[in-house]
Nanobody, 120 residues
Framework: QVQLVESGGGLVQPGESLRLSCAAS????????MGWYRQAPGKQRELVAT???????NYADSVKGRFTISRDNAKNTVYLQMNSLKPEDTAVYYC??????????????WGQGTLVTVSS
């Protein structure tokens, strides 16, 4: 079994910062891509940022220059540093990973989600 556990969500005011963490555990051989997605009320889930094993990153236009994704491959952990938060960043943030498990199967795994609320 493989699971992703997120932490770091919460309530902040506009302009403040938050850091999300997501740790993968279980029968993991290697993790190719880790990323963050979000889903606001009444909207579809959307990509926020992804990071490959070689630290190549990709960001949604709406978060470029404000959010930074990073990985610690030794800890199978991905982080999302969110600065200059806006009310429109309010959403449930989900961690995602494309990985190879110990049976050499390619799998996509999702975390349970963590709520980020930006409000004054």
């Amino acid at each position: 079994q493989v699971q992703l556990v997120e932490s770091g969500g919460g309530l902040v005011q506009p302009g403040e910062s938050l850091r999300l963490s997501c740790a993968a555990s279980g029968s993991i051989f290697s993790i190719n891509v880790m990323g963050w997605y979000r889903q606001a009320p009444g909207k579809q889930r959307e990509l926020v940022a992804t990071c490959t094993k070689d630290a190549n990153t990709n960001y949604a236009d709406s978060v470029k220059g404000r959010f930074t994704i990073s990985r610690d491959n030794a800890k199978n952990t991905v982080y999302l540093q969110m600065n200059s938060l806006k009310p429109e960043d309010t959403a449930v943030y989900y961690c995602n990973a494309f990985l190879i498990d110990t049976r050499y199967r390619l799998r996509e795994v999702w975390g349970q989600g963590t709520l980020v609320t930006v409000s004054s």
